[in-house]
Nanobody
């Protein structure tokens, strides 16, 4: 059974930082493109950051320079370091493991940026 379990979400003040983690089981993430998506209330789910199996990273324009995605294939985890957080970053953040013939999602972790 494949599981992606996110952790690290919470409430943070504007300008603060959070580090999200995604622990995978049932798959080896080394062959997957790993991504973080988010969905705010009333909005569509959007890509935040992704990292290919080769280590190439992609970021949405809204988080470029503030967020950093990293993968540890040995630990089967992917992280999202978020800095300079803004209220508009508030959303449920989802971990995704993508392969041409397989696609897996975590259950999500809430990030709330508010004073």
């Amino acid at each position: 059974q494949v599981q992606l379990v996110e952790s690290g979400g919470g409430l943070v003040q504007p300008g603060g930082s959070l580090r999200l983690s995604c622990a995978a089981s049932g798959i080896r993430i080394s062959i997957y493109r790993m991504g973080w998506y988010r969905q705010a209330p009333g909005k569509q789910r959007e890509l935040v950051a992704a990292i290919t199996h080769g280590g190439t990273t992609t970021y949405s324009d809204s988080v470029k320079g503030r967020f950093a995605i990293a993968r540890d294939n040995a630990k089967n985890t992917v992280t999202l370091q978020m800095t300079s957080l803004k209220p508009e970053d508030t959303a449920v953040y989802y971990c995704n493991a993508n392969h041409p013939i397989r696609d897996y999602w975590g259950q999500g972790t809430q990030v709330t940026v508010s004073s």
